[in-house]
């Protein structure tokens, strides 16, 4: 180094190359610390004076060498200090640059980096999906198995429920065509002076143990179409002081100047057939008591309230109502205010309290009043015991025995397949490319 201060002030003309290689790496790491932490492990302490092109002399003098000779002899993390006295380097950690306590001075972008790390959400395992977790391997035998213990859970329950399902007794005959013997059934059905009874005849094949449930069936009757469903006003039908309220009921709110009770079209088309039934010549009382739901006739219908106006105005819909008769206590209209979701439904008419033998003869004595020819609708007739799962319902039992049965099925396959026609041992090195043999 003293040889290259003794080269220094012998050349008066300029500076040595080595000064000026000197001075261009001071250069570029003042760039590099002004834009980017450094990461060099030793990094350099340069003095303003040797990095300004204006203050490097033509001689060198000592009172600058010595800090650089010092400086590189021995080399430690000192603290660059920027030109900028918002920003400074802390002493011994070359790749952090900490702003100044004064937000004022701040930089635009620095102020915006620090907003932007401000709004970061904070850091947990359950929003950056990091829960510890576990992820079964599909081997075959895991598959085998669970195939297996679905086909063994379903095969049973299918097998019970159908059981359940077979042992019910069901009568069911649809009578609205072979209860009009003309052509004109919308003429016949309105005209008010023709009879219109008429009578079935069943033939029991199986013992039927009370109680025996009488429903009536009616198909492509879209009880679920919206205006048909808000043509009703539950508040009417609740309190006695909201008879007047009739707005959603239209065309069937008012008659003759005063409100109707129950309003709406889904009073207006009451069902209105009426059925006698009859064993072996004998007259069987059907019970209507305990038809509705409880919830419905407690909590819906006002024991207050009484039918007023009803099925009074200009087209008679379905059945009436005994005006002297609170709502809470028709348990008839409250069956038929359930509005059925699908277009064919079945509705409770009554119960049979007496047993039924095998071979007895059943006749059902139909006033055929109810108008579906104008919607191409159909009626049925049926009687029917229940068990635990109610009703005749074939499809939960089948069901359950297809998925079973196509659990069971795919497991065989499984076992056969890939333990005795094709058995293969997983992760077996041997069936690698590199070592089949060509």
């Known amino acids: 180094m003293l040889l290259v201060l003794l080269s220094i002030h012998k050349r008066e003309k300029g500076p040595s190359e080595s000064v000026k290689r000197a001075h261009q790496k001071s250069r570029i790491t003042w760039g590099r610390s002004h834009r980017v932490a450094c990461h060099h492990r030793a990094p350099v302490s340069v003095s303003p004076v040797a990095t300004s092109n204006s203050l490097i002399p033509r001689r060198l003098s000592l009172t600058v060498a010595l800090p650089l000779l010092y400086s590189t002899a021995h080399p430690k993390p000192l603290a660059v200090h920027h030109p900028d006295p918002t920003l400074s380097r802390r002493a011994g950690d070359p790749h952090l ?19 932007r790390k401000t709004n970061k959400p904070k850091y947990s395992k359950f929003t950056q ?19 297996l213990l679905i086909a063994f859970l379903f095969i049973p329950i299918g097998v019970v429920t159908l059981n359940a399902s077979l042992q019910v007794v069901e009568l069911a005959e649809r009578y609205d065509m072979t209860c009009v013997h003309t052509d004109d059934k919308i003429g016949f059905i309105q005209n008010s002076k023709i009879d219109k009874t008429c009578t079935l005849n069943f033939t029991v094949h199986k013992h039927m143990k009370s109680p025996i449930h009488v429903y009536y069936q009616i198909g492509n009757f879209y009880q679920n179409h919206r205006r048909y469903v808000k043509s009703r006003s539950d508040k009417q039908l609740r309190y006695k002081n909201a008879a007047h309220l009739t707005k959603e009921c239209y065309p069937e709110d008012n008659a003759h100047g005063a ?46 309230i009484y039918p007023s106006n009803f099925q009074k105005g200009g087209l008679i819909g379905g059945a009436k109502l005994n005006e002297s008769i609170p709502l809470s206590e ?30 007895d003869t059943i006749t059902v004595v139909i006033q055929n009043n109810y108008n579906t020819y104008s919607i191409g609708g ?61």
């Open 97 to 115: 640059l900490s702003p100044s306590s004064s937000p004022e001075q701040m930089d635009p972008s620095e102020s915006d980096g620090d907003a």
């Open 129 to 147: 999906q990091e829960l510890p977790a576990c992820k079964p391997l599909l081997t075959p035998g895991i598959v085998i198995t669970a195939f």
């Open 259 to 304: 409100p109707i009770v129950p309003c709406g079209l889904v009073a207006w088309s009451f069902f209105n057939d009426t059925y006698t039934v009859k064993v072996n010549g004998e007259t069987i009382e059907v019970n209507k008591k305990d038809i509705a739901w409880e919830s419905d006739k407690n909590n819906k219908f006002g024991s207050d």
């Open 330 to 359: 028709q348990e008839d209209l409250i069956v038929w205010m359930r509005t059925a979701a699908l277009p064919t439904f079945r509705k409770l008419y009554g119960r049979i309290e007496k047993d039924i033998m095998a071979n």
């Open 378 to 438: 159909s009626k049925s007739v049926v009687l029917s015991t229940a068990s635990w799962i109610g009703g005749r319902n074939n499809f939960i039992g089948i069901a359950y025995l297809t998925i079973g049965g196509l659990c069971l099925s795919l497991a065989l396959g499984f076992i056969v397949v890939l333990y005795m026609v094709k058995p293969r041992t997983l992760g077996d090195p041997l069936y690698m490319s590199w070592n089949r043999d060509e």
